[in-house]
Each structure stands twice: as structure tokens, then as C-alpha cells.
């Protein structure tokens, strides 16, 4: 079990809990549910859950937890109302217009599904009321901000999850079980590939941080890997504040080659993860939850177009059959699970915490400082062009050396002809 542990019981903080500017006053404090774990002669009472947002995302939220065994959806806030519609009509479940109103009634825990600049301020004040919260992803809008929020629910021992429902596509468990069992080998190199077109709800952050916070958090997370190094390139095409497309290139502290290419800007939409080892490669779709494998040949070929044209290491296809469950769903089943036992399970059967959530925020906001800062390496030029040499590497009184061959390679004579010297071209 993780160290988190719920308490799940009431909405008024404990005597020991720190008191904040937003602790809730006794008209916000609601009624307090009983223990979440209390069995009365009918079983366990089911969990008060509330969502806060409503929008694109937060409907799938309300649509789950009208469903969900063991959880009773107690109300959603949105200012804006309801804006896709019905929800109270459908469900009878209110749709109230803030925050307050929903801990009025009294929740163990919370869906947050806001606009992620609002996650940090909303997560504040779930915890200081000692409820529980789910909050999408990513955890916050910066890495400061993601911290405060891992904090003021680990302080209070209540458990936070992230909304990385990647992690419970199918394809992806199934390929993260397979590597663990060791199917590949060695894994040399993940690749994600994550395009679509512009969501043009969302406003408030870029593409790093709205989409490729997925990668970050499934690369990881396939691999039982942490980032190491990474470098990157951003471009802003829509006329946003915000980049609306990043490529990634990094390794992982094993090693492994990674890589990432996320936007906003294709008509086509794809959710790629391709891992490369010794015995071949994985892809994994994320939109079909299609999970299939490219085996290396072991069976040499004696026809020499064939192995020039496609490589000698082609060998068997397999797409694997398996049970598909919704993501969602199972996001959901799992952190009702860890509210009712007070802390989640470590590994496959746990959910994504709070603490994972800070840690795929702060490298993504290592991509943007990389995308600002790094300069990169130059390729050197094309040997067949006329190089000029600097005058100031010059040796006192010698003439220019012929730094340019013709047909030379990008050995140490190419490389000194993009200006590292003379004195090195004729060493
Ligand atoms: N896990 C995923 O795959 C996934 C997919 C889409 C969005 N998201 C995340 O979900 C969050 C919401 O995204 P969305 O696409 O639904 O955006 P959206 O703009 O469609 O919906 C946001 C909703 O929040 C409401 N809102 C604004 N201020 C609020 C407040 N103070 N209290 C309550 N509600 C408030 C808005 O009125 C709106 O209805 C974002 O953090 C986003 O990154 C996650």
C-alpha cells in the first residue's frame, strides 16, 4: 500500500490538520458522512462522490459515476451549468454552481475535470475539507503548483489520484505486463505518437502539458523507468500563448531511447506507442486498444533483393486477443477501491497518484525549458560547399590551409572545416 490513507469519514478537518485561509468554516462544512468502511446490515454505504466541471471531459465523469457499484453521485458543479446538457434530467443528480455547494452535501471524494489552471485552487480546498480527489490530468498547471497540491493531500493523509487513463488502456497494460515479463528483452527505445486536431476548449496550457503529459506518464510507467535527460522543439501555429506542437527526444535512466511527437495541428488523429528491444517490437494502439507484435526473424532469407529490400530480421506478426474494458471506468473502479481502503495498492492494481502526477508535471515543464533553451548542435555543412576559415584561428603568418576536400566524409577533416581550426585541420 501506498502511504496515503483516507480519511474518508467526514468533511470537517481534524483537530491536528492544518488550518488554512480556505479551511471551511462551519456553513461549508455540510453533513459528514458516515465512515466510508462502515458496514451496516446492507454491506458497505456506498461512497458520496461529486464532480466539478462538466464540460468535454467531465460528462464522461458524470456518465460513470451515475453508474458506478458502490458510489452515489451526489452532485456537480459548473458555473456554466450544464452545458452539454441534461444531466439532472437524466440522473436527478443537481448541478450546483460551486464548490461550496457540493461540500454542503457532504462527499468522501471528488472528480475534478475544470480547466487545468483551476486543479491547484479546487484541489486546495477539497483537502482542506478532508475529501478525497481524482483530478484529470495534468495534476496542475506547474510543477510549484503540482507540489502544493501533493502536499496538502499527503499532510492530510487523503488520497489523490491523477486522471492518466492511459494507464488503463488495455493495450497498454497488456504491453506493460509483457515487458515486465520479459517478451522483449532488452527495450531499446519507446516511441509515442500523439496528433490530432485542435481541442479549442482548451485554453489555458499547451500542448506539453495537456497531451504530452500522457506520454511522459505511460512511458514511464511501461518501462518502470524515470526521464534521465531529454532535449526539445516547440512550434506555436494556432496563434495561442501556447505551443501547439512539441517533438521530444530523451533517454530514460536505464538508457532507453525515447521519443514523443505531440500536437495539435494534424487532421489525423493517432495514439501510437511503439517499444523496440532484442526480440522485436510492440505497438500499441491507444484508440483501438489494438496491442500487436513485430517478432526479429530467425529465419535467414536466400533471397538477396528480399533481405536488402525489408532487412533480415522480419519475422512472425501476432495481434493479440484480450478483455477491453473502458479506461474510464476502470480509472474509476480503481480509485473507489483506494478511497474505501484508505491508501492504493503499489502497482498494476493502483491507481495514478498525486506524487506520479507531480513527477510527469515537472518533466514536462523540463520539455518547455528545453524547447527555450537548447541550442542544439548544427550539422556541419555540405562538404562539397567552398568553406571559408576564420582569420582569427589562423596561425601568425601562415597561409589558410586547404580545409576543404573534395569528397571528404564528415571525419575530423569536415568537422574542422565548420571553424574548429586550422591548427586541428593539419594536426
Ligand atoms: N484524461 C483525458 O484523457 C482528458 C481528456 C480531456 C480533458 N482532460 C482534462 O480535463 C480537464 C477539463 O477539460 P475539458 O476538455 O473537459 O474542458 P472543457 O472546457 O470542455 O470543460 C471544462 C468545464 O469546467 C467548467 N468550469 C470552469 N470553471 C469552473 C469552476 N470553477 N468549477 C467547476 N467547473 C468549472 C467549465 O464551465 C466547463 O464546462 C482538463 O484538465 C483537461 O486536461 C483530460
Known sequence: MTATRARTATTAPTANAPRTADAPGPAER????????????????PLRAGLIGLGAMGRN?????????????????????????????????PVLRDVADLLA?????????????????????????DVCALIEKPLAHSARAARRLVAAFEERGLVAGVGHVERFNPALQQLRSRLEAGELGEVFQVVTRRQGP?????????????????????????????????????????????????????????????????????????????????RGCFVAD?????????????????WEALRAFRGVAEGDTVRYAFPKREPLLV?????RDAVRAGGAPDGDGGIVTAREGLRTVE????????ARTTAGARPAPDPAAPVTVPATVLPT??????????????????ATATGTGVAEATA
Open 30 to 45: 455540510g453533513p459528514a458522512p458516515a465512515p466510508a468502511g462502515e458496514v451496516s446490515r446492507g454491506g458497505p454505504r
Open 61 to 93: 465523469h458524470a456518465r460513470i459515476l451515475a453508474s458506478l457499484d458502490g458510489v452515489e453521485f451526489v452532485g456537480a458543479v459548473d458555473p456554466a451549468g450544464d452545458p452539454h446538457g441534461s444531466l439532472h434530467a437524466r440522473t436527478g443528480v
Open 105 to 129: 452535501l457532504g462527499v468522501d471524494y471528488a472528480v475534478v475535470a475544470c480547466p487545468t489552471a483551476l486543479h491547484e485552487e479546487i484541489g486546495l480546498r477539497l483537502a482542506a475539507h
Open 198 to 278: 485542435f481541442p479549442h476548449r482548451i485554453a489555458d496550457v499547451g500542448v506539453v502539458k495537456d497531451l504530452a503529459t500522457h506520454d511522459i506518464d505511460l512511458t514511464s510507467w511501461i518501462t518502470g523507468q524515470a526521464y534521465a535527460s531529454l532535449s526539445a522543439r516547440t512550434v506555436s501555429k494556432s496563434g495561442r500563448p501556447h505551443e501547439d506542437m512539441v517533438a521530444v527526444v530523451g533517454t530514460l535512466t536505464d538508457g532507453t531511447m525515447v521519443s514523443h511527437l505531440v500536437n495539435w495541428l494534424s487532421p489525423l488523429k493517432e495514439r501510437f506507442t511503439a517499444v523496440t528491444g532484442e
Open 286 to 302: 491507444t484508440l483501438t486498444a489494438d496491442l500487436t507484435f513485430h517478432a526479429n526473424g530467425a529465419q535467414a532469407t536466400e
Open 331 to 335: 480509472e474509476h473502479e480503481r480509485f
Open 363 to 370: 518533466v514536462s515543464a523540463a520539455v518547455l525549458d528545453a
Open 397 to 414: 603568418g601562415s597561409a589558410p590551409a586547404p580545409a576543404h576536400r573534395a569528397g571528404a566524409d564528415t571525419g575530423p577533416a569536415a
